[in-house]
């Protein structure tokens, strides 16, 4: 299996730009993640799906970030319009099912540097 | 909030020396997992402890879950160099839900 697919790696844009990151699931994953990782808050949940559907997005900062997930094998996250304190590196992860000890497989990650 | 503090922050230490990493909380945790993140990579998950006071083994890693399930420990014996890397432990909430909280991370660095 390839593994949790992220694109783009690495993404540089202007503030107030729009920006799109996505994430393809391990095929046969039924939950899906997207973190946000910075040095001064270190990985945060921001939305997770099951089954496509979202189940809790109080992680989202704000109305200007928004997640889609409109298949199984394929999730967006938009931030619009971005600001510089949105860079970071966004990290998408799978799952099959959860419960006290399911494992998440991480993706490698879009480092964003919004300027 | 942060559900989960690590100490040391950093840690660097030479080949073949102990060292053990901390991770505390007041919540009381379900399960408590722990990672491993090479740079450029997203965690890769080492353990899961699940029973308070649980001991796991994983060849020179020795992870344990305290008692009352709100700490755990990650010791690692005569450290080598490819045990360099970020220390992530993340906890599932006893009070519900499905996500798992990320503590604040030790950056371990092992000098050859």
């Known amino acids: 299996d390839a593994g949790v697919i992220q694109s783009p790696r690495h993404e540089v844009t202007e503030m107030g730009q729009e920006v799109t990151l996505r994430c393809k699931p391990i095929?046969?994953?039924?939950?899906l993640f997207w973190y946000r990782q910075t040095m001064m808050r270190g990985l945060e949940l921001l939305i997770y799906f099951n089954n496509n559907v979202p189940i809790d997005d109080s992680g989202m900062p704000e109305d200007r970030f928004s997640a889609k997930m409109p298949n199984a094998s394929f999730s967006t996250l938009k931030i619009q319009p971005s600001e510089p304190r949105d860079s970071a590196v966004y990290f998408c992860a799978s799952s099959l099912g959860t419960g006290v000890a399911y494992e998440q497989y991480f993706g490698p990650g879009t480092r964003l540097t919004v300027t | 909030t942060q559900l989960l503090e690590q100490s040391p922050q950093f840690l660097s230490i030479q080949e073949g020396e102990n060292l053990t990493v901390y991770c505390n909380s007041s919540s009381v945790f379900s399960s408590l997992q722990w990672y491993r993140q090479e740079p450029g990579e997203g965690p890769v998950l080492l353990v899961t402890v699940v029973t308070g006071g649980e001991v796991k083994k994983l060849k020179r890693l020795t992870f344990q879950f305290g008692d009352a399930r709100k700490d755990s420990s990650l010791h690692i014996t005569a450290a080598q160099p490819g045990d360099t890397g970020l220390y992530l432990c993340?906890?599932?909430?006893?009070?519900?839900?499905?996500?798992?909280?990320f503590g604040t991370g030790t950056s371990l660095t092992v000098i050859p």
């Open positions: 095929s046969g994953h039924d939950y």
């Open positions: 993340a906890g599932n909430p006893a009070l519900g839900g499905n996500q798992f909280y």
